[in-house]
């Protein structure tokens, strides 16, 4: 049996913008978000070329509403699925929640705020760490805050092939 599924919106935000008007106005004027960049790393910091999605001042209130640390990949996240939703000109409050689903591709998900748990348990010890970092954690932790947020109850799909995530995510 066949099933239909109907793409309503999508979303880019990389090194060169963060919605997708801005990429495709980089994308095709030529220009390029890989600039040279400081990453920290164990003891030390290097430097090279690679891209950053810079002047991220937003936070969604949702972190502060459920009371859990902000983590970085969730925020991009809730931007792009905000992008999405716009685009797809629905009343999404008129629609069935369990025929809207979410679909992320994404190389690390929550990883900055499981290493944030990690430098807390190295730097003060295990009791002090904020184990709510963790819960940011895992890849679907991602998928879950979006479907959250917008009351989609439907299927909830993360792909983490690194850079070919967000491709592999349309295709699947």
Known sequence: MKKRVVITGYSVINDMGKNRQQVEEGIFSG????????????D???TGPYG????????????????IPY??????ALMAAADCVRESGLD?????PFRMGVSIGTSLG?????DEFHKQWISKGLAEA????????????????????????????????????SGTSLGV
């Not at 983590?71 to 991009?76: E, N, P, T, V, Y």
């Open 31 to 42: 220009l390029s978000g890989v600039s040279m960049q400081d990453f920290e790393f164990g």
């Open 130 to 165: 904020d184990p709510s970092y963790l819960n940011q954690y895992p890849l679907h932790a991602v998928c879950d805050i979006v479907a959250k947020v917008h009351g989609f109850r439907g299927l909830k799909n993360i792909i983490s092939t690194a850079c070919s995530a």
């Open 92 to 96: 999404i409050a008129k629609e069935d």
């Open 52 to 67: 950053v999605v810079s002047e991220l001042n937003e936070v969604d209130p949702f972190f502060e509403k459920e009371g």
């Open 110 to 114: 929550g990883m900055r705020s499981g």
């Open 44 to 46: 030390g910091v290097t």
């Open 71 to 76: 983590d970085r990949c969730s925020q991009l």
